[in-house]
């Protein structure tokens, strides 16, 4: 591990980038950066070892970017490692988590800085989803609320409002790029090991300090950056392994902070509801029968009992079943026919059988 270059700056704002292997896409989020007022700014850059030349990507924007700093860690240590890591390199005053292959949109910084205050904890912003290649596709907001909104989640009645107000997962914190933290806040309670290798290390350390503390979060509604798509560094072996880092990660979660039976665990299977909808597990299942892959098959099924089971709605449950209980043979061969002869093809060979 070692410095590898960067100067030395006093920064009200750090905007930390942990990469792996991310050359490819890290000069295009360099350059955004660059293009914003980064008076009072520094970038922090954790380099977790890579193998490709993200080294040599970062160092042509040295002198454009006197602010800049690169870490270079001996090894590969993880998300959950590397976004510990990186904030405690940090030294600004608040921090800005950024995935290397995100694009800030121009004045984002300026932005975020406009919404820094004493008494505010976390900053959370929303932002568009585009392909891999940056094209923009929809906007993603996060929470249900104004802009400039500010939810003390310390108190119950704050932290209710704020949880069923919530979107997606995102507003529980789990869009890095979306997060800009106070360090001494992020500080104030330890990396917790049992969540290391779940991906949201960095969850369980801020719903810790809502439980220990409290936490103030002031949400910004107008997008401040492009997420792009189709380049997940979560991403598992399988998608079924990848739904798992979400589902079970996030229930395990929130049942350690709140309570499994919690109003805060009600709106967190809810969003995962929402972004993992009862038909996807039908056609995942559909896939994993079709590939012939029981283990991931019965991951499907697990999961799947997990977020729509019994307790969630028996009604659900029951359709996920009916579909399960369609042969596997029946499936490859139904999968087979829509390969021959596309949708419209399985749509008359249905009607020809049923008149």
């Given at each position: 591990?070692g410095?590898?270059?960067?100067?030395?700056?006093?920064?009200?704002?750090?905007?930390?980038?942990?990469?792996?292997?991310?050359?490819?896409?890290?000069?295009?989020?360099?350059?955004?950066?660059?293009?914003?007022?980064?008076?009072?700014?520094?970038?922090?850059?954790?380099?977790s070892a890579?193998?490709?030349?993200?080294?040599a990507?970062?160092?042509?924007?040295?002198?454009?970017?006197?602010?800049?700093?690169?870490?270079?860690?001996d090894r590969?240590?993880g998300?959950?490692?590397?976004?510990?890591?990186?904030?405690?390199?940090?030294?600004g005053?608040?921090?800005?988590?950024?995935s290397?292959?995100?694009?800030?949109?121009?004045?984002?910084?300026?932005?975020?800085?406009?919404?820094?205050?004493?008494?505010?904890?976390?900053?959370?912003?929303?932002?568009?989803?585009?392909?891999?290649?940056m094209?923009?596709?929809?906007?993603?907001?996060?929470?249900?609320?104004?802009?400039?909104?500010?939810?003390?989640?310390g108190?119950?009645?704050?932290?209710?409002?704020?949880?069923?107000?919530?979107?997606?997962?995102?507003?529980?914190?789990?869009?890095?790029?979306?997060?800009?933290?106070?360090r001494?806040?992020?500080?104030?309670?330890?990396?917790?090991?049992?969540?290391?290798?779940?991906c949201?290390?960095h969850?369980?350390r801020?719903?810790?300090?809502?439980?220990?503390?409290?936490?103030?979060?002031?949400?910004?509604?107008?997008?401040?950056?492009?997420k792009?798509?189709?380049?997940?560094?979560?991403?598992?072996a399988?998608?079924?392994?990848?739904?798992?880092?979400?589902?079970?990660?996030?229930?395990?979660?929130?049942?350690?902070?709140?309570?499994?039976?919690?109003?805060?665990?009600?709106?967190?299977?809810?969003?995962?509801?929402?972004?993992?909808?009862?038909?996807?597990?039908?056609s995942?299942?559909?896939?994993?029968?079709?590939?012939?892959?029981?283990?991931?098959?019965?991951?499907?099924?697990?999961?799947?009992l997990?977020?729509?089971?019994?307790?969630?709605?028996?009604?659900?449950?029951?359709?996920?079943?009916?579909?399960?209980?369609?042969?596997?043979?029946?499936?490859?061969?139904?999968?087979?026919?829509?390969?021959a002869?596309?949708t419209?093809?399985?749509?008359?060979?249905?009607?020809?059988?049923?008149?």
């Amino acid at each position: 591990m070692g410095e590898v270059f960067g100067g030395k700056t006093e920064a009200v704002l750090s905007i930390c980038i942990p990469t792996y292997n991310f050359g490819a896409f890290i000069g295009e989020t360099l350059e955004s950066i660059a293009c914003q007022d980064l008076s009072g700014a520094e970038i922090v850059i954790l380099d977790s070892a890579s193998t490709d030349d993200t080294p040599a990507v970062v160092a042509g924007f040295t002198s454009r970017l006197p602010n800049l700093r690169y870490i270079r860690a001996d090894r590969k240590n993880g998300i959950d490692r590397d976004m510990a890591r990186v904030v405690e390199e940090a030294r600004g005053e608040y921090v800005w988590l950024f995935s290397a292959d995100d694009i800030m949109r121009p004045g984002a910084v300026a932005a975020v800085a406009r919404e820094l205050s004493p008494d505010i904890d976390v900053v959370l912003c929303s932002h568009t989803i585009c392909d891999r290649e940056m094209r923009f596709l929809f906007d993603y907001p996060v929470l249900r609320a104004p802009s400039g909104a500010v939810f003390d989640l310390g108190s119950a009645g704050s932290r209710h409002d704020y949880f069923a107000r919530a979107a997606n997962t995102e507003a529980f914190f789990s869009f890095m790029s979306g997060v800009i933290v106070k360090r001494e806040t992020w500080r104030s309670v330890p990396l917790n090991e049992m969540f290391v290798g779940s991906c949201w290390a960095h969850v369980a350390r801020l719903f810790e300090v809502i439980v220990r503390y409290g936490l103030r979060v002031r949400y910004i509604g107008g997008p401040l950056l492009d997420k792009r798509g189709d380049n997940d560094s979560f991403a598992a072996a399988s998608t079924a392994e990848r739904w798992c880092l979400s589902i079970a990660g996030y229930s395990d979660i929130v049942a350690a902070s709140f309570g499994a039976h919690s109003i805060e665990a009600l709106h967190v299977r809810r969003v995962l509801r929402v972004e993992f909808p009862l038909m996807s597990f039908v056609s995942l299942r559909y896939i994993s029968v079709r590939l012939g892959v029981p283990q991931e098959t019965a991951l499907v099924d697990d999961l799947c009992l997990r977020l729509h089971g019994p307790a969630r709605g028996n009604w659900r449950w029951l359709i996920y079943r009916a579909f399960a209980l369609i042969p596997a043979d029946f499936l490859k061969g139904l999968g087979r026919m829509l390969d021959a002869t596309g949708t419209k093809g399985i749509l008359r060979w249905l009607m020809q059988r049923l008149t």
